[in-house]
């Protein structure tokens, strides 16, 4: 399989030089994946411009990326303006898969994951403090 990966601190992209994602070559994409995350990667991004094709081997391949994205609070955004890929996508009912259009609108959406995450996990410790806590101590009364 062909393909480009290019890391940053917040994701990995993966641009697939090929037209199909089959049975012939989807654990190709599955090993990259996994060595994504063992790199520590939470959000990945693969650019899907120029498949044409996809059949059950690359559907399930990208099922179970996203599944690892979505346990690590990250994100798997395939990004494709392909009509028929996105019905595809669509049909396989992958739970919370991110379809984006555009490589710079899946970074965007990125970013937005980790700032909503950091949101999330400031609450938490709020919360974990006691700082929202209501009534006093028993030395108070």
Excluded: W
Excluded at 6 to 19: D, F, G, H, R, V
Aim: aromatic letters at 8%; glycine letters at 6%.
């Amino acid at each position: 399989m062909e393909f480009k990966v290019e890391k940053n601190e917040q994701y990995a992209l993966i641009e697939l030089k090929e037209t199909a994602l089959t049975q012939e070559n989807h654990t190709d994409l599955e090993n990259i994946v996994r060595q994504l995350f063992r790199e520590g990667y939470g959000n990945i991004i693969i650019e899907f411009n120029q498949i044409i094709e996809l059949d059950g081997h690359g559907i399930s391949v990208i099922r179970k990326a996203n599944k690892i994205c979505l346990n690590e609070l990250g994100l798997l955004i395939i990004v494709t303006k392909n009509d028929e890929i996105i019905d595809q996508l669509d049909a396989a009912k992958i739970e919370e898969l991110t379809v984006m259009p555009t490589v710079q609108e899946a970074i965007d959406a990125v970013y937005l994951n980790e700032l909503e995450n950091d949101f999330q996990s400031d609450e938490d410790d709020e919360y974990d403090h006691g700082e929202y806590s209501e009534g006093g101590s028993d030395d108070d009364y």
